[in-house]
Protein backbone atom coordinates (compact mmCIF):
# COMPACT_ATOMS: atom_id res chain seq x y z
CA UNK A 1 0.00 0.00 0.00
CA UNK A 2 1.29 3.27 -0.72
CA UNK A 3 1.79 6.38 1.57
CA UNK A 4 -1.37 7.25 3.55
CA UNK A 5 -3.65 9.39 2.46
CA UNK A 6 -6.34 11.35 4.01
CA UNK A 7 -9.26 9.06 2.74
CA UNK A 8 -7.31 6.12 4.47
CA UNK A 9 -7.24 7.45 7.66
CA UNK A 10 -10.89 8.53 7.96
CA UNK A 11 -11.77 4.87 6.69
CA UNK A 12 -9.80 3.58 10.25
CA UNK A 13 -10.19 6.52 12.90
CA UNK A 14 -12.17 9.24 13.55
CA UNK A 15 -10.54 12.57 15.06
CA UNK A 16 -11.92 15.05 17.76
CA UNK A 17 -9.79 18.29 16.88
CA UNK A 18 -11.06 20.09 19.89
CA UNK A 19 -9.21 17.08 22.04
CA UNK A 20 -6.93 16.02 19.49
CA UNK A 21 -8.10 12.48 20.26
CA UNK A 22 -8.34 9.89 17.76
CA UNK A 23 -10.36 7.13 17.99
CA UNK A 24 -10.85 3.50 15.74
CA UNK A 25 -14.30 3.36 13.73
CA UNK A 26 -16.10 0.28 13.78
CA UNK A 27 -14.97 -2.54 11.33
CA UNK A 28 -17.49 -3.44 9.40
CA UNK A 29 -15.99 -6.44 7.90
CA UNK A 30 -15.90 -9.88 9.84
CA UNK A 31 -12.46 -9.75 11.85
CA UNK A 32 -11.20 -8.09 14.79
CA UNK A 33 -9.99 -4.25 14.64
CA UNK A 34 -9.14 -2.30 17.31
CA UNK A 35 -11.72 -0.63 19.05
CA UNK A 36 -12.02 2.59 21.33
CA UNK A 37 -9.11 5.70 21.67
CA UNK A 38 -5.98 4.69 19.43
CA UNK A 39 -2.74 5.15 19.94
CA UNK A 40 0.28 4.65 22.55
CA UNK A 41 2.91 6.44 24.03
CA UNK A 42 6.62 6.57 22.36
CA UNK A 43 8.97 9.03 23.41
CA UNK A 44 6.74 11.27 24.60
CA UNK A 45 4.48 11.36 21.64
CA UNK A 46 1.13 9.43 20.83
CA UNK A 47 2.10 6.85 18.02
CA UNK A 48 -0.61 4.85 15.95
CA UNK A 49 -0.35 1.77 13.59
CA UNK A 50 -2.18 2.13 10.35
CA UNK A 51 -1.82 -0.59 7.61
CA UNK A 52 1.58 -1.71 9.32
CA UNK A 53 3.21 1.23 9.68
CA UNK A 54 3.76 3.41 13.26
CA UNK A 55 2.26 7.20 13.00
CA UNK A 56 2.64 9.56 15.34
CA UNK A 57 -0.86 11.06 16.18
CA UNK A 58 -0.09 15.00 15.50
CA UNK A 59 0.92 14.02 11.82
CA UNK A 60 -1.54 12.59 11.37
CA UNK A 61 -4.09 15.00 12.62
CA UNK A 62 -2.77 17.34 10.35
CA UNK A 63 -3.27 14.87 7.51
CA UNK A 64 -6.77 14.25 9.39
CA UNK A 65 -7.66 17.89 9.16
CA UNK A 66 -5.60 19.44 5.72
CA UNK A 67 -5.57 16.67 3.42
CA UNK A 68 -1.78 16.50 3.30
CA UNK A 69 1.03 15.84 4.98
CA UNK A 70 3.07 18.71 7.12
CA UNK A 71 6.04 19.95 4.51
CA UNK A 72 8.50 19.89 7.72
CA UNK A 73 7.90 19.22 11.23
CA UNK A 74 5.08 20.10 13.59
CA UNK A 75 5.55 21.93 16.52
CA UNK A 76 3.58 21.71 19.57
CA UNK A 77 2.60 25.13 20.74
CA UNK A 78 1.95 24.36 24.29
CA UNK A 79 4.96 22.10 24.29
CA UNK A 80 2.86 18.92 25.55
CA UNK A 81 3.52 16.21 23.28
CA UNK A 82 1.01 14.64 23.84
CA UNK A 83 -2.01 17.19 23.04
CA UNK A 84 -2.23 16.87 19.42
CA UNK A 85 -5.27 19.48 19.08
CA UNK A 86 -4.85 20.91 15.49
CA UNK A 87 -5.11 24.09 17.48
CA UNK A 88 -2.12 22.97 19.22
CA UNK A 89 -0.25 22.49 15.92
CA UNK A 90 1.70 24.67 13.28
CA UNK A 91 4.18 23.42 10.94
CA UNK A 92 7.71 24.31 11.53
CA UNK A 93 11.36 24.42 10.35
CA UNK A 94 13.94 21.99 13.31
CA UNK A 95 15.41 25.68 13.91
CA UNK A 96 11.63 27.33 14.61
CA UNK A 97 10.90 23.80 15.96
CA UNK A 98 14.20 24.23 18.32
CA UNK A 99 12.87 27.64 19.66
CA UNK A 100 9.71 26.14 21.47
CA UNK A 101 11.73 23.52 23.83
CA UNK A 102 12.26 23.43 27.19
CA UNK A 103 15.53 24.47 28.92
CA UNK A 104 17.78 21.65 27.93
CA UNK A 105 19.03 19.01 31.02
CA UNK A 106 22.62 19.87 30.56
CA UNK A 107 22.00 23.65 30.85
CA UNK A 108 23.68 24.77 34.67
CA UNK A 109 21.99 28.53 34.04
CA UNK A 110 18.40 27.46 34.27
CA UNK A 111 17.93 29.86 31.12
CA UNK A 112 17.71 29.12 27.42
CA UNK A 113 20.18 30.74 25.56
CA UNK A 114 22.58 31.78 28.85
CA UNK A 115 25.66 30.25 29.57
CA UNK A 116 28.56 30.46 32.31
CA UNK A 117 31.72 30.89 30.60
CA UNK A 118 34.63 30.41 33.20
CA UNK A 119 37.80 31.97 30.84
CA UNK A 120 35.70 35.22 31.16
CA UNK A 121 33.94 35.13 34.50
CA UNK A 122 30.80 36.49 32.63
CA UNK A 123 27.34 35.20 31.67
CA UNK A 124 27.09 34.76 27.92
CA UNK A 125 24.09 35.01 26.30
CA UNK A 126 23.87 33.26 23.21
CA UNK A 127 21.01 32.89 20.45
CA UNK A 128 20.85 31.18 16.82
CA UNK A 129 19.12 32.28 13.97
CA UNK A 130 19.31 31.03 10.19
CA UNK A 131 22.10 28.46 11.34
CA UNK A 132 24.25 31.19 12.41
CA UNK A 133 25.22 31.23 16.26
CA UNK A 134 24.78 35.18 17.64
CA UNK A 135 26.94 36.10 20.53
CA UNK A 136 24.21 38.66 21.83
CA UNK A 137 26.63 39.81 24.65
CA UNK A 138 28.48 39.12 28.08
CA UNK A 139 27.42 39.99 31.22
CA UNK A 140 28.43 40.16 35.16
CA UNK A 141 25.03 39.47 36.08
CA UNK A 142 22.91 36.55 35.06
CA UNK A 143 19.49 38.69 35.14
CA UNK A 144 21.00 41.08 32.33
CA UNK A 145 22.07 37.69 30.20
CA UNK A 146 18.54 36.49 30.19
CA UNK A 147 17.10 39.97 29.52
CA UNK A 148 19.25 40.75 26.32
CA UNK A 149 18.48 37.28 25.29
CA UNK A 150 14.83 37.69 25.77
CA UNK A 151 14.95 40.70 23.84
CA UNK A 152 17.10 39.36 20.77
CA UNK A 153 14.57 36.54 20.65
CA UNK A 154 11.44 38.87 20.97
CA UNK A 155 12.55 40.64 18.07
CA UNK A 156 13.79 37.76 15.88
CA UNK A 157 11.52 35.22 16.54
CA UNK A 158 8.51 36.20 15.67
CA UNK A 159 4.97 33.61 16.47
CA UNK A 160 7.76 31.21 17.90
CA UNK A 161 9.09 33.34 19.94
CA UNK A 162 8.62 31.97 23.40
CA UNK A 163 9.14 33.95 27.16
CA UNK A 164 11.56 32.31 29.42
CA UNK A 165 9.35 31.08 32.69
Known amino acids: MGKLTQSRLRELLDYN ?3 GVFTWLPDLSWGS ?4 VAGSLSNGYVTIGVDGKQYRAHRLAWLYVYGCWPVGMLDHI ?3 KTDNRVSNLREASNEENQRNVEVG ?3 KSGFKGVFWEPSRQKWKARAQMN ?3 YTIGRF ?3 EDAVAAYEGFCRQNY ?3 YVPQQ
Open 131 to 133: KKK
Open 158 to 160: GEF
Open 105 to 107: KKN
Open 140 to 142: DRI
Open 33 to 36: RRRG
Open 17 to 19: PDT
Open 78 to 80: NRV
